[in-house]
């Protein structure tokens, strides 16, 4: 529930994908802050531009939505790397993005409500402290993906996803 609304979500088995876009490290708790930083870098450098233009409404995972990818490094769990992007299509040229590779997975897509950032960080709290602990689920992987459609990410009635 975020707010006074029940958090819906189903089980998706995915074949791996790649995703291509802008990759930033940092630290974990650098993340908290640092990610919407990010965000508001890769809309003002050009690259969310650059995204749009590349990115296929006729990708079979996401359907042309952008993604955040949250990875923790396998070198060291205090470190991540998180990529603003979009769903790769075999074949297309990418410039300069980097590709991110997602591997086949069981995900749990929650289906989320709310103006980002404010309704991303409930909504992670929830799933995190309330959600996934009541279920029998284990966390294979230690990739989330956020999944956003376009629109007006600061309106109340703004629809995204996590995959867990």
Known sequence: ????????????KIDGFRVFGETK???VEESLTGITTFW???????????????K???SPVTHGRLIGVFRVTEEDERIIKYTI??????????YSLQIEEIPPATWMVFHCQ????????????KIFTDIIPKTDYQISHKIFLEVYNIADGTKDSYHFEIWI
Do not use: F, R, W
């Not at 992007?85 to 990418?94: D, F, K, L, P, V």
């Open 25 to 27: 490290t940092m630290t």
């Open 85 to 94: 992007g979009a769903e790769y299509i075999q074949g297309s040229s990418i």
């Open 114 to 125: 709310g103006p980002i950032p404010q309704a991303l960080s409930k909504a992670y709290e």
């Open 56 to 58: 296929s409404g006729e």
């Open 1 to 12: 529930m975020i707010g006074d609304k029940v958090m819906e979500y189903e089980i998706v």
């Open 40 to 54: 508001t870098e890769v809309n003002n450098n050009g690259a969310i531009d650059k995204i749009h233009e590349l």
